[in-house]
């Protein structure tokens, strides 16, 4: 059983009419719901006005994959909640981050980046599938339209990503790599751009069959504590191997 | 004319009779003299005991390319001027981190990960060429032994690099990517783990010769301020394009 | 279920007494037993002296993962096989190359470069695991020791691998990329350098873990032919899309 | 001095009135104009019509870095020659191959893959600047329009490139990885997709700026024979250090 923790700002839905319709109990709770119909994932929710925002160490220690997305409150989120989730990434958990989370405190401290693009609300994309080998490409089709999206363009300050599974067209004139995996210590990342509020698009099958195999592939396959600190090695490795073979 | 700022920790050379030996005048004024040969390269040096460790604004800001070496005071290194190198290489300054720098709080806050390895005291490398078509590998051979060194070994934690330009070989029977590079931002980073104080490794004309190729390979191809914060653009560019096209 | 198809040279274990003690049925029916004992993996074996190889178009069109072991008949072997595995690796068939399969047609056909290498009989190995967030690498210890094995040096002429799962130290003196991956077309790639026929390598119940990870990562996302030609593509698919959408 | 040659078809220019009328001598009269008013440039020409295409073994042994042009007859075009230009690349000549050349024998021997993607006549492309740090980058902007071009589209079967240095957005709704680096042997090769023969695009000074950063970038580091096989060593590295440095 896959243990996902999926977590959103929760602002706008509150806030905002027009987010409040599409998404009337939160884009968490949208996204949860659909990846909660998977017989292999076990889904819980957290919001940023949970103590801690609901990421606890106790939390992050149970959760596989962490799903995530934030916008308004970037600069508010906290600093040692931000260290916490880095620190469980590089220990093994998975992390897919959604849209404008690519801006987190989180995403910023793990590719040490601006992370910065450009942006324009009102738009149009095309996904192109640029890395059809991938897992997160499986049974996805060679390009997926999203009718209203905000735009997100080049340049787009990332370290090199592993793959781009996804590049985006948008009609205003504009590309971006829209989905990008990365690896960083133990864990696994998956960044997608698609997700603005103001449009329904994690209601769309194909959007959401990508998020979970996003998830799917964000699975550790390897989990343990981070070091601390570097590992000081003595004896050498050819004298335990030598000691062990040479009598 | 490449504008060098070589920079050391300084310490171990005034405290410690063996490395007084092989660097009487600290290993920055060793690294900054061979440098200095060049003619091309305009060269200062730095180090941890001058005000802001010497890293100022104004100096940085006159920097094309730092060479960084510490050791000890990895966590007494001031976090403000740890922040604004990193400000300064997304924004296109190359850098060249030597040795025991792979965990300053510099390279931690660029590439994200623990930054972690295995080490031990007294053995022996040989360096094998991995990429031979990189500009740091130009004019040197397919290996090159260095009679003593510190022991680092792999799992290293690092990003997956750009090119692995050097694989170490060490006698006591561990390998290690002793010669990576990334490109974060603008910046160009060449980390290199050849240099540890108490043997004189930086006197080697080899290993000297690869340190050049180093600080000539990190020279920015652009320099600019890194973006603040995200850009809003607006007419779309194609909008732009359509406007001044079609009448 | 994953049909697996196992194909070896199958000469030495005929004519050098000291490989067929190891291997008395030969180096397929060692692997093919140790793959069948999985129960997703539906497994055959093929040989060099059987027509076409035992590689014609119908095995290979029901063999999702092909693992291949050569040595001494590199170039008897039918450059219209060597072709035709190509097309069906580039069609999605999975592909697991074993130690001097690095030089097979088919591998020289898929990655363009001279594969050659540095090697040496008589050699001690370890494998450093370089990348421990591979599915390869699950389960599999940070170091792997081989008590005898051909050495095989750098520099390994390869296109870059998309990972290096494991790196090899050698006795000798010599470093390896040893288990490297990569995708071409639908295909996904492994190369694994261990597995000389004079010791009993295959034998090592390690050694079998990680050419299963290999089988299981081979296996294909998708699975389609290859277009033989560019395709021309009108309308455009931006006109497509608004015939359906803007009345 | 970087000795060019630059090799070009020439059927369309001489068979097709529009295409007469942007490159009355032909496209690789053009380009090597453009090349050849650059102080480190040697330039000469070589076409499809010419005695072993104007390839020989005396031509390329000359050649730092060989610009490549074709469309019609990629089929036509030699085998032996492709051969021969493979074995210079992997020897270290460097290789710019402009738009259709992707087809062209040399490159799937080089790649490995189909190199089919989609297209479609009478198009607009931007091109976005991804990679900016990239000497291929240095002095262009961060998009350039082309007015007219032919679209090429994804998915581009190509092995994962070591840098997409520019994306391609098209009006009619797609993209492209339209500026590609790949490194095979001791070869450095860019792949540049704008330029099809009916529209002035080899005219464009900012077209002009991007192929000679290209043809820089891609002299060799190194140039030396590739081995014809593989490489017995012996004794071992590890001998050879032991015998020259214990006594």
Redesign the interface.
């Known amino acids: 059983m896959i243990r996902v923790t999926v977590w959103n700002e929760f602002q706008h839905e509150r806030t905002q009419e027009k987010v409040k319709e599409i998404y009337p109990d939160g884009i968490h709770t949208c996204i949860a719901k659909f990846l909660g119909q998977e017989e292999d994932l076990s889904v819980r929710t957290a919001v940023f006005d949970e103590e801690e925002h609901g990421l606890t160490e106790e939390v992050l220690a149970n959760t596989d994959v962490l799903v995530f997305w934030n916008h308004m409150l970037q600069e508010e989120f906290s600093d040692d909640v931000a260290e916490r989730v880095?620190r469980h990434v590089?220990a093994g958990m998975g992390l897919v981050v959604l849209h404008s989370g690519h801006?987190s405190k989180i995403m910023r401290?793990?590719?040490?980046?601006?992370m910065?693009?450009?942006?324009?609300h009102g738009?149009r994309e095309?996904l192109?599938?640029?890395?059809?080998?991938?897992?997160i490409?499986?049974g996805i089709p060679?390009?997926v339209?999203i009718?209203e999206e905000e735009?997100y363009?080049?340049?787009?300050?990332i370290?090199?990503p592993?793959?781009?599974v996804f590049?985006?067209?948008?009609?205003?004139?504009?590309?971006f790599?829209s989905g990008c995996t990365?690896?960083?210590?133990?864990?696994?990342i998956f960044y997608f751009q698609p997700g603005h509020e103001e449009y329904p698009i994690y209601h769309m099958p194909v959007i959401q069959k990508i998020i979970k195999n996003g998830v799917r592939w964000c699975v550790?396959?390897?989990r343990r504590p981070?070091?601390l600190?570097?590992?000081?090695?003595?004896p050498?490795?050819?004298?335990?191997?030598l000691s062990s073979?040479q009598k």
């Open positions: 880095r590089l801006y401290k793990l590719l040490g980046t601006s910065t693009l450009r942006w324009r738009d095309r192109f599938c640029t890395c059809p080998t991938h897992p490409a499986q060679a390009w339209d009718p735009m363009g080049e340049f787009f300050d370290p090199k592993d793959d781009v590049t985006g067209w948008f009609a205003g004139g504009e590309v790599r990365f690896t960083r210590g133990l864990g696994k550790p396959v390897v981070a070091p600190d570097n590992a000081w090695v003595n050498s490795t050819e004298e335990v191997y073979h």
